[in-house]
């Protein structure tokens, strides 16, 4: 498996603050992705990059923004968090012909 | 657009029967599908994609175009097999970028 490292694995904050979730790699692969999964809704896709300032919206942008200003790191930020965004977000990499690989997740909560 | 469809939220079987978890798609060019597996909320790990035709811990899963189908089947289900699965998809978007698509998964219970 590629390294592929989220940070923080835990959060808990306060609603209206912002909040910022870092994915890492470290093997150079052009598309990342961020996920949210929900109970119901499975995982759906938030944001993605195909390469460094490169990004575009998934299904579910609203409230969020990503930058990539590197290759090796995708940041998603809830710009002011709300409870509905209580969820546990998957960080992932397309790694060509090996498919894509999955972070281990960041569990986050919005009180 | 690109679609996944598991039309089936909980499956519960006993050991040693057989299981098929259904995928059905939407995607007008040619796909690429996977299955992923997740146990007790652990990150997701990849468990079968379509153009290796591997078989992995004795799930198979064939890619039927006419029915626009990605089944998932194991003969004989075992206790460790329980978790949540999910069919997802992999296309491009506009033409230019990829994107994985997800089914909303099936949590797979297998009882004794």
């Known amino acids: 498996d590629a390294g592929i490292t989220q940070s923080p694995r835990h959060k808990v904050t306060e609603t209206g603050t912002p909040v910022t979730l870092r994915c890492h790699q470290t093997?150079?692969?052009?598309?990342m992705y961020w996920y949210r999964q929900d109970p119901g809704h499975g995982l759906r896709l938030i944001h993605y990059s195909y390469g460094v300032k490169d990004t575009d919206k998934g299904e579910v942008s609203d409230g969020y923004s990503v930058s990539r200003s590197k290759t090796e790191d995708f940041l998603l930020t809830l710009e002011s968090a709300t409870s509905s965004q209580t969820s546990v977000y998957f960080c992932?990499?397309?790694?060509?012909?090996?498919?894509?690989?999955f972070g281990s997740g960041t569990r986050l909560t919005v009180v | 657009a690109q679609r996944v469809t598991q039309p089936e939220k909980l499956l519960s079987v006993f050991k040693g029967a057989p299981v098929e978890l259904k995928c059905n798609y939407s995607?007008?060019?040619?796909?690429?599908l996977f299955w992923y597996v997740q146990y007790s909320r652990q990150r997701l790990q990849l468990l079968l994609r379509?153009?290796s035709r591997e078989s992995i811990k004795g799930f198979t899963a064939d890619l039927n175009k006419g029915e626009t189908s990605f089944h998932l089947k194991k003969p004989f289900a075992q206790e460790e097999d329980s978790a949540m699965y999910y069919c997802a998809l992999s296309g491009l978007t506009g033409g230019s970028n990829y994107k994985l698509t997800f089914g909303k998964g099936t949590l797979l219970t297998v009882n004794p």
């Open positions: 995607y007008s060019g040619s796909p690429e």
């Open positions: 992932a990499i397309m790694q060509g012909g090996s498919g894509y690989t």
């Open positions: 093997e150079n692969h052009r598309y």
């Open positions: 379509h153009i």
